[in-house]
């Protein structure tokens, strides 16, 4: 199946918020880079449908209700602008790395984030392969009180630091991402099966 390049952005949102490992298949080329996984896990930066099943998970595993409001999309033959808001709860640890290692713990602080952002997607042979965003990522650390610190934000982040918690935390959403980029080759194998 071949989509237009407007339903590709609609359809790559769509997988960061179900998970859907067909979808992803359709969308996303083998050899899709992800600019923005540089923060992620490292399952995230895997080229491919893979990565981003492993970015949905990491997102979906700190934001519950995690949703993309498209705001506007433009695009020509190979590229696809796409304004939207990124929106949820965050009701789990929202876990940053540098380099494949923790860089930030924030734990679950029950807040409401809603950001704008904008995204570019490179596109060939009707597939996204290349991500890239402009996020405003100040304006959500500080709806979760990181950015400037709340006292008792930054009191938690560091109890949890000190108490061995983000390491535990960075290593749950590590795993997690995989098993999600995992589910693509599952899903391959159990597809082969029943045929």
């Known amino acids: 199946m071949t989509l237009?390049?407007?339903?590709?952005?609609?359809?790559?949102?769509?997988?960061?918020?179900?998970?859907?490992?067909?979808?992803?298949?359709?969308v996303v080329g083998a050899d899709n880079h992800n600019r923005e996984a540089a923060v992620a896990p490292p399952a995230c930066a895997i080229p491919g449908p893979a990565g981003a099943l492993a970015s949905g998970a990491w997102l979906r595993s700190a934001f519950s209700d995690l949703r993309f409001p498209v705001l506007g999309v433009a695009h020509n033959d190979d590229q696809v602008w796409i304004r939207l808001r990124m929106q949820g709860r965050h009701t789990g640890p929202f876990v940053r790395f540098r380099d494949g290692k923790l860089d930030q713990a924030?734990?679950?602080t029950g807040r409401e984030i809603d950001v704008e952002q904008i995204h570019l997607l490179d596109v060939r042979d009707g597939k996204v392969v290349r991500h890239e965003a402009v996020r405003d990522d100040i304006t959500m650390l500080g709806q979760l009180g990181v950015f400037p610190p709340a006292p008792a934000t930054a009191l938690r982040m560091l109890a949890w630091r000190v108490s061995g918690r983000a390491a535990r935390a960075a290593a749950e959403v590590a795993k997690l991402a995989a098993d999600a980029a995992g589910t693509l080759a599952d899903s391959s194998r159990s597809s082969a099966r029943s045929h």
């Open 4 to 26: 237009e390049n407007a339903e590709l952005a609609h359809g790559l949102f769509r997988i960061l918020e179900t998970g859907d490992p067909s979808l992803a298949a359709d």
């Open 106 to 108: 924030v734990p679950p």
